[in-house]
């Protein structure tokens, strides 16, 4: 969601933190600001509604500079979108810039005004700002004091930078719940909310973990663990690229993205394959035989598009490895009394792994006696990486795009790979041998499909008018047409709904008319004559309808066929994903919405 930069070093901050800024634009927000300490220890704040652009041009028109600052990007949570609202905000000689979302803020307010605190803004941010000032000022004590007697006082998941102007030579982080990353350079360092922002000048990271508090000097770091004890974190080598972050050739980086998917499967197969073939998974090879052989029921916990991976999933681990699998939302999962299954086995997906219901349930679950827990994600370093038993990375690289692409392939492309190896520990080598043959042939088979993209485009062009989209989907297509609805829903903004094909008759049905639009998947199975009933169903009552198949259908005019590649039954979920994310997109497109960017969204859903 929002997103933090900060730097000291000997020279200019300015384009540092603006550049930073600018990278994390995928994140979601909806006005930016900057602040300096320049050199004559004047505090320089320029904040904006909008585009970080506004705030790059604001900047440059009245040419500041500043050895140490910080810079923000806002996605309203307390307050509505106003230049008063943006960070950063300050409180006298205090400067403060804050992810999260601070939930007895309104307690804390009340008890400040009482101090004699003005409010400018109506954020939990100035409530942070003022209480700093405050508890400094009661015993004049050094800021990282004053920061840990004030987190005390602080209820909710966060992460802050704070910068005292009477001591312009220091940042001090803190985290609690919100990631936070300290960037290693050899004239200066830096911190921010994503190492994405830090990749063109750094690739040596150090990641706080929860409780942390950092002091940060041009020199040194300092960082002291929630026990305000002294401690050395690791420091990491990035391997991201940042020419990965670019577009390149492509209009959008979620364009980008579906093309990407191949090579990220690939990517991720061969992460994972041994030269006989078999997988090999070194995060967890240790433990694995022993918790998968004894589990006798897996949980799954995620939220939005990760949730859809785990919905496909569970199809794959109890029909192939014969292995009782739930999936629940995570925000539901953590919100009441749960009666755990026994020898239950939990797992949890995220993209970026700190997607703020995710983790709550992730601690929610080591409470209640679980055999273990892994979770699947694409951001080493990330927090649920770190606080889970074991992990798997999948290998989709930096995923910039809102609507997520190749991140739902490889993580059912590793969920299935994962099935193959307990049906492994369950002698089942037959389905472990079918899965990795089926799997390695994806890549080459989506390429194919996107090699159909004008056909796609021109379905999107006639769709862009519509208000309302049903997808039907049978089985584990059934999530699929979920994961497309909801592309439509992020990107497009169309109202787009997925049933379950054979839940038609009990309600859904009512909607059908010449002014319905229905999207169908439908490739041959044993599914395949129910779902063409399905499809006679909606004909006769006018519907318009969209199938995607492998198969022709005698049909009538208002049914349209998107003939598909054939491709083995085990991996077609991945596939027929493909062309409902290129739908999406040219939809999107010819609309002429902020695809990367689209509104009220964000990439890491950081608060609950």
Known sequence: MCGIVAAVTRYNIINILLEGIKKLEYRGYDSSGLAVVDHKNNIIRIRCVGKVNELIKEVNKKKISGHIGMAHTRWATHGKISKENTHPHISSNIIVVHNGVINNNSILRVFLKKQGYIFYSDTDTEVIAHLLHWEQNKKKD???????????????????????????????????????????????????????????????????????????????????????????????????????????????????????????????????????????????????????????????????????AALVSKYWFESLANIPCDVEIASEFSSRKLAVRKKSFLITLSQSGETADTLSALRYAKKLGYLGNLTICNMEGSS??????????????????????????????????????????????????????????????????LKKNELIKTIANKLSNKKNILFLGRGEYYPIAIEGALKIKEIAYIHAEAYPAGELKHG???????????????????????????????????????????????????????????????IAPIFYIIPLQLLAYYIALSKGKNIDQPRHLAKSVTVE
Not at 429 to 447: M, N, R, V
């Open 142 to 308: 050094s800021l990282q004091q004053t920061i840990r007697k004030s987190i005390k006082k602080l209820h909710g998941n966060y992460s802050m930078v704070v910068i005292d102007k009477n001591n312009p030579f220091q940042l001090i982080a803190a985290r609690s719940g919100s990631p936070l990353v300290i960037g290693l350079g050899e004239e200066g360092n830096f911190i921010a909310s994503d190492q994405i922002a830090l990749l063109h000048i750094t690739k040596r990271f150090v990641y706080l973990e929860e409780g942390d508090v950092a002091i940060v000097k041009k020199k040194e770091i300092n960082i002291f663990n929630r026990k305000n004890f002294k401690i050395e974190r690791k420091v990491t080598i990035s391997n991201l690229q940042y020419k990965s972050a670019k577009k390149g050739k492509y209009s959008h980086y979620m364009e980008k993205e579906i093309y990407e998917q191949p090579i990220s499967i690939r990517n991720t197969l061969k992460h994972y394959l041994k030269e006989n073939n078999s997988i090999y998974f070194p995060e967890l090879e240790s433990k694995e035989k022993n918790i998968f052989y004894h589990a006798e029921h897996i949980q799954i916990v995620a939220c939005g598009t990760s949730y859809n």
């Open 384 to 449: 649920l990486v770190k606080e889970s038993d074991f992990h798997i990375l999948t290998q989709a690289g930096i995923e910039i795009g809102v609507a997520s692409t190749k991140s739902f392939t490889t993580q059912l492309t590793v969920l299935l790979m994962l099935v193959a190896k307990i049906a492994d520990f369950k002698k089942k080598y037959f389905i472990s041998k079918k899965i990795i043959h089926s799997l390695s042939t994806l890549p080459s088979q989506i390429e194919k499909i």
């Open 508 to 570: 859904p049905l009512a909607l059908i008319d010449e002014n319905m639009t229905v999207i169908i998947i439908a490739p041959k199975n044993l599914l395949l004559e129910k779902i063409q009933n399905n499809i006679k169903e909606i004909c006769l009552r006018g519907g318009l309808i969209y199938v995607f198949s492998d198969q022709d259908f005698d049909c009538e005019d208002n049914v349209h066929i998107i003939k598909l590649p054939k491709v083995q039954e085990l």
